[in-house]
């Protein structure tokens, strides 16, 4: 069927409605089901002995005393899975140059982080296997570590990997334009900034969970998942345990929050996956907070230099960055640990019409925890880098930052475009999300008390932050690159007896409503009632293949194949019900689960009668039909690398100067996220990830000693925003939709966390600016304010 | 070395006497021992709020209390509050606002606010975040469950 | 995370607690509110081979009134300091204080005594004892002796409670009503342990007539300075604010996470100027 999405008169209308989801009410009535909340028969649990030191030659492991400890099943060094588990390396093809050293899943002679894990114990409790843990000794020979991104560059440092003639994983250089012959013209403002952006980490409520069970007999593994793309763990552990890809099976069921965490191989899932196998009996294995801390892994931590330079009229002229970036001692498997900084230079000013762009992005080892990808890869990095020097470069130039962006914008209508960094870009709106948030925000409104307030000693200021994201990816992101990660989803719509409908999806399900959309699309589609439609996803058994849940793909892509599917599932039903009624399909119509005339509406029978005579009363059915009742389609994006949204987003902050304090008073986030299926949970995706950003910007930091010691990793210690502090947050929608799909939807997930610390810095900077100061570095904490403030300085 | 005590409690209305280790903590016993799973664990040390349930009508943290040391109590965990009339209203409201996601902090953010709510707590959004602000919620930023909860005592209010 | 084992014991009567601690071998420690000794447990920061639970000691949970002071067990738990009219009227800094004090689920089970003998440097209690002029009546199997919170707390967790020994319950004068108090802590999130804060006590009539200002979590012990107080109590000095700098200056700052001793030194003085603001109005 063709014909407009958003018709909210019909009775089938989902799409663009709020529905509640059907699964709420179970997770409120405790009835989830975590991968911590199975047991089953003959279970055993893990634990591990990780590296105290963040680099040390492992000389000798004792674990005799361990042993004979009652209850404990097994323990495992390195040596144990030799045979059982061949060694990956986190590297892509696409990102040339990318290099990293083989890694498995414990430690092989040496440690290089704080936390990497050494030693495996199963016992028949959590609490047993921590005490053997306990009891066993490792004599560890310390070796020099490297900390610091820039000190792991100099000549002396000391090299992670022999193999390699540096700690350098990799370097990219962008270069578009002519940047060097516009410092030195005097018609323009040139600016420079340092900026430094905090490590930070998932915090998932629910931690990394791996449950996994192995069949000997017909040498299956089953692998109950807390995570986001099982197709891609499967092919994953297939390939390094070798067993033929459809004997290993990945469920996932509810799934307590992943936000990019939980979709990286880690050793200890895969020791979990080997210890099952070897020991022929379900292991568990739950990484308590302690663990969280030390072997998620960590994103952002990067230092920017950066560069703008603007005419008189606010035009930028040329920008420029430099990026360095530690990533711990490996390349993460499969994402690789490259891609942060390379999001980095893509997205760096990339709202914006820019000639002359220069970036240079460094990745380096060191010993700390590894770093991957996490919410909003990038983003908050290259919106904050490119928007605080524009916002600087106003101030020098007297401009208003609104004015300034107005400038500068890439215009509503010049889409299609291609950004300097070469991004191709088409179906956005820049000016119209800058125009709905200045007025959603009063920002003339806001000025005017903002200087109220200065002159009653009250430093409020107002940050904006126009931003771009990368959304809905195709081939060109990994698959290109040789990981065995699938850029398209399918689905898989059919009708029972009864006349519900059962769909099955390869997109998953982390909270942010995934299995609600499909069912709003199907039905709507196919023409029932919401409550009749069954989701089915997480399961490789039983659903088609595809990527899963992650740069916010899952509407986009997987939304797409649904739609397709339940639009062919609907066209086969028209069919037989035609031959049934003698009536010709297009003369029929589906609505409410009823077969009705398109003239008229006429109820002609029911999708239950239907699906009756269908599977019971065949002979009813003339003898060359042999109805299918059941679709699969699958959608991949083909014309674009990405399909990007964009947004507009503005804080209004208070700080006490005599504190460091940062008060958030309001915030406000305007996105065109295409399409809107499901408006509520498009807002709330927004709100979350906009606390996400809140987090990177004021509270959350990994802290390290200067030798490689995670000094915070409890949760007393590492702040993640608890509700007192957080603000209420407006939103607003633009929608246009992405011309690559019928149903338009791009990405929502992430805008708040990529857009929110630009917005909340450029805010800080602008009530620190009667005082003279400026802060560039995150998190903005009330110690490091006080610092630019002059205060506690030596 | 897993020493064990006799205890006798009462759990969502179902009398109980079983044998527990000494060391093992209340929330994982209700999980584990009982099969009460909607209470989670979230960071064992009392910070996130993931294991808040009711004892003797009081809220505590299930991560920081030992199992043995509710003999004799009697517990409400979220599958007994999912059975009680009086939450029915709040669950509504959460469902509404979406004030879940994952659901993970779901459980204990409940209690947290049923706590708040028969204590007669007010509409005020300040002090009903400082009320759940001992609860970690990753997802939702807070937003859509301080609406909930206001909206759950605006109802009540009125009828 | 899960603790080791150790064996639990859980008496009914203070004596039988007493006769626990003295009489068990190895390390045996003291279970109270358990929202500090739990959480260390689960880390294993705390290993005890035995537990003596004092829930079940009833004869420690108790807030009675004397003519002078206000008479508290030590298993007396934030939520009853901060329900109880005794507390809201003969010690109103307490009100103040304890919304500062982690979450209403901690504050459920958390209690004074262990507040007290945990000695945390950035704990409100600690000071609230010391600002109050409050004593701490130990009980050990051979005798009982009273220590004024001046004297107890030695440093990081560290006080002067004797092997042993168990806090009974704490006396705290009460104040008058013309008594002025003023309470100020910044902290990162609402309910964390402060970056910074000040307890103050002006009691302007009895013996006790005095001004008391003690200083929380910018060092390794709660902070009372002397000099300050003086300073304070001198008829205001028109350069009154360069001589309180010159007095913070003089004390001990550790730094910890949030604030290195810099930092601490400067928020000193902002948290007791907003405390003594706080007082006057
Ligand atoms: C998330 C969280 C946030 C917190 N935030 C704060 C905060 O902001 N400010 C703050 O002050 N505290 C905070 N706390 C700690 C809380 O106040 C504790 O309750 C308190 O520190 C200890 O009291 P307790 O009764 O729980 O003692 P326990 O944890 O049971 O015991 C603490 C120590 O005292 C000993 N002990 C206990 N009672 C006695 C006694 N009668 N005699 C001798 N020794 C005894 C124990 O053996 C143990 O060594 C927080 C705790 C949590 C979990
Ligand atoms: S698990 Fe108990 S508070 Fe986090
Ligand atoms: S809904 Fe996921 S942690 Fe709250």
């Known amino acids: 069927m063709s014909g407009p999405l958003t018709n909210l008169d019909r009775p089938n209308s989902y799409i663009g409605r709020t529905v509640p989801r059907p699964d709420a009410k179970r997770l409120l009535q405790g009835r989830g089901q975590y991968v911590d909340d199975l047991q089953l028969p003959r279970m055993v649990h893990a634990a591990f002995v990780r590296s105290p030191h963040a680099h040390a030659r492992v000389k000798e492991i004792d674990t005799t005393a361990a042993t004979s400890l009652p209850g404990v099943v097994a323990i495992y060094t390195a040596k144990d899975f030799v045979d059982h588990v061949t060694p990956y390396v986190g590297v892509l093809t696409h990102l040339q140059g990318l290099r990293s050293a083989p890694q498995m899943p414990l430690a092989t002679d040496v440690v290089r982080w704080q936390g990497e894990p050494v030693v495996m114990v199963v016992a028949h409790n959590r609490a047993i296997a921590e005490d053997a843990c306990g009891l066993i000794e490792i004599d560890f020979e310390p070796l020099a570590e490297v900390c610091d991104a820039a000190a792991a560059l100099k000549d002396d440092a000391t090299i992670i990997h022999p193999e390699f003639d540096s700690n350098l994983a990799w370097e990219r250089l962008v270069d578009s334009g002519d940047v060097e012959a516009i410092w030195d013209r005097d018609d323009v403002t040139v600016i420079e900034r340092d900026f430094t952006f905090g490590r930070h980490t998932g915090v998932t409520l629910e931690s990394r969970a791996s449950l996994v069970e192995f069949n000997p007999a017909d040498e299956t593994l089953t692998y109950h998942y807390s995570g986001q793309a099982p197709h891609m763990m499967q092919a994953v552990l297939a390939k390094h345990l070798d067993l033929p890809e459809e004997n290993v099976r990945l469920v996932a069921r509810d799934v307590g929050g992943s936000f990019g965490i939980k979709i990286h191989t880690y050793g200890d899932d895969v020791a979990t996956a080997i210890a099952a196998r070897l020991l022929r009996r379900p292991v568990k294995f739950v990484a308590d907070r302690m663990e969280s801390f030390v072997s998620d892994i960590h994103a952002r931590d990067h230092t920017v230099h950066g560069r703008i330079a603007v005419d008189s009229s606010g035009v930028i002229a040329a920008m420029e960055i430099d990026d360095l970036t530690g990533i711990g001692p490996f390349s993460m498997y499969p994402r690789t640990s490259a891609i942060e900084c390379n999001q980095i230079l893509n997205l760096t000013g990339a709202p914006y019409q820019i000639e002359n762009y220069r970036a240079r992005g460094r990745v380096v080892f060191q010993n700390k925890n590894m770093m991957c990808q996490y919410r909003a890869v990038g983003h908050p990095v290259a919106m904050a880098v490119a928007d605080g020097l524009l916002e600087a470069a106003a101030h020098e130039i007297n401009m208003d930052v609104v004015a300034i962006r107005r400038k500068n914008l890439i215009a509503d209508t010049a889409y299609p475009a291609t950004s300097a960094a070469g991004m191709k870009f088409d179906d956005l709106s820049h000016q119209r999300a800058l125009e709905k948030l200045v007025s959603m925000m009063d920002y003339d409104g806001l000025r005017q008390s903002q200087e109220e307030a200065r002159e009653r000693g009250v430093y409020r200021g107002i940050g904006l932050v126009s931003m771009v994201e990368v959304t809905n990816p195709s081939p060109m992101f990994y698959g290109v690159g040789g990981a065995s990660i699938s850029a398209q989803d399918g689905a898989t719509v059919r009708l029972d007896a009864a006349g519900a409908l059962h769909v099955s999806s390869s997109i998953t399900e982390q909270g942010q409503g995934t299995n609600t959309i499909i069912a709003q699309i199907a039905a709507d589609r196919f023409g029932v009632d919401i409550d009749r439609v069954k989701v089915t996803t997480g399961d490789t058994a039983t659903t088609p293949y595809g990527g899963g849940t992650w740069a916010s793909r899952g509407a986009g892509i997987g939304g797409e194949a649904v739609l397709l599917a339940a639009q062919a599932l609907r066209q086969q039903v028209l069919e037989i019900a035609g031959t049934i009624l003698q009536a010709a399909p297009d003369s029929l119509d589906i609505n409410n689960g009823q077969i009705v005339d398109v003239e008229g509406a006429a109820t002609r029978m029911s999708l239950g009668e239907l699906g009756r005579i269908v599977y019971y009363r065949g002979n009813e059915l003339p003898n060359d039909m042999m109805p299918e009742m059941i679709a699969t389609r699958h959608y991949r994006v083909t014309d674009f690398p990405f399909v990007f949204t964009n947004g507009a987003m503005a804080a209004h902050v208070e700080v006490d100067p005599e504190t460091g304090f940062v008060k958030i008073l309001d915030f406000w986030a305007v996105e065109d996220c295409g399409r809107v299926i499901n408006p509520k949970l498009v807002d709330e995706q927004i709100r979350g990830g906009v606390i996400q950003g809140i987090g990177g910007a004021l509270y959350e930091e990994c802290l390290y000693s200067d030798d490689g010691q995670m000094l915070n990793a409890s949760m007393a210690d590492y702040l993640v925003p608890m509700a007192a502090e957080m603000p209420d947050i407006h939103i607003a929608h633009i929608e246009t939709p992405t011309k690559t799909s019928t149903l338009g939807a791009k990405g929502a997930g992430e805008a708040g966390t990529g857009g929110a610390p630009a917005a909340l810095m450029n805010a800080v900077n602008d009530a620190l600016r009667p005082l003279d100061a400026s802060i560039y570095q995150m998190p903005m904490t009330p110690q490091r304010i006080l610092r630019v403030l002059g205060i506690g300085k030596d | 070395m897993n020493q064990r005590h006799s205890i006798s409690m009462t759990v969502n209305g179902e009398a109980i006497t079983m044998d527990v280790p000494v060391r093992m903590n209340l929330v994982d016993f209700l999980r584990n021992e009982l099969g009460l799973t909607g209470s989670h664990v979230g960071c064992e040390h009392g910070v996130c709020g993931a294991c808040t349930l009711k004892i003797d009508g009081e809220m505590v943290r299930g991560c920081l209390m030992l199992a043995v040391q509710a003999d004799g109590c009697t517990i409400t965990t979220i599958e007994g509050f999912a059975d009680d009339p009086r939450s029915d209203r709040l669950q509504a409201a959460f469902e509404r606002n979406n004030a879940l996601q994952c659901g993970y902090c779901t459980p204990g953010m409940l209690a947290s606010a049923l706590d708040y709510i028969e204590a007669g707590g007010s509409t005020d959004r300040t002090a009903i975040r400082q009320h759940i602000s001992g609860n970690y919620c990753r997802c939702t930023g807070y937003q859509s469950i301080v609406d909930a909860i206001a909206q759950t005592i605006e109802e009540g209010q009125k009828s | ?281």
């Open chain 3, 1 to 281: 995370m899960k603790a080791s084992d150790f064996s639990y014991e859980n008496p009914n009567s203070l004596n039988a607690a007493l006769a626990l601690l003295a009489n068990q071998d190895g390390d045996v420690q003291l279970l109270a509110g358990g929202q500090s000794l739990m959480p260390m447990m689960n880390f294993r920061l705390a290993a005890p081979d035995t537990l003596v639970d004092l829930n079940g000691v009833k004869e420690l949970q108790f807030i009675q009134e004397t003519e002078t002071s206000i008479e508290i067990g030590a298993m007396t738990r934030y939520v009853q300091l901060e329900q109880s009219p005794l507390v809201t009227q003969h010690i109103p800094l307490f009100a103040k204080a304890l919304p500062h004090i982690a979450h209403s689920a901690i504050r459920n089970r958390g209690t004074i005594g262990g507040s007290a003998a945990l000695a945390d440097p950035a704990a409100e209690m600690p000071a609230l004892l010391i600002a109050l002029g409050a004593t701490l009546n130990l009980q050990s199997l051979t005798g009982q002796r009273s220590v004024l919170a001046d004297d107890f707390f030695l440093g990081l967790y560290e006080t002067t409670l004797a092997d042993g020994e168990i806090i009974e319950s704490i006396s705290i004068p009460k104040l008058a009503s013309t008594d002025r108090t003023g309470f100020y802590e910044l902290a990162r999130r609402h309910g964390d342990y402060a970056m910074a804060g000040v307890a103050v006590v002006d009691r302007v009539v009895g013996d006790l007539a005095s001004l008391r200002v003690v200083f929380f979590a910018i060092s390794d012990r709660p902070v009372r300075d002397q000099k300050m107080e003086d300073l304070l109590q001198r008829p205001s000095a028109n350069d009154e604010q360069q001589h309180l700098k010159e007095a913070i200056g003089q004390l001990e700052f550790h730094g910890d996470l949030n604030a290195d001793a810099a930092t601490k030194q400067h928020l000193a003085g902002v948290v007791l100027n907003r405390a003594l603001k706080e007082m006057e109005t």
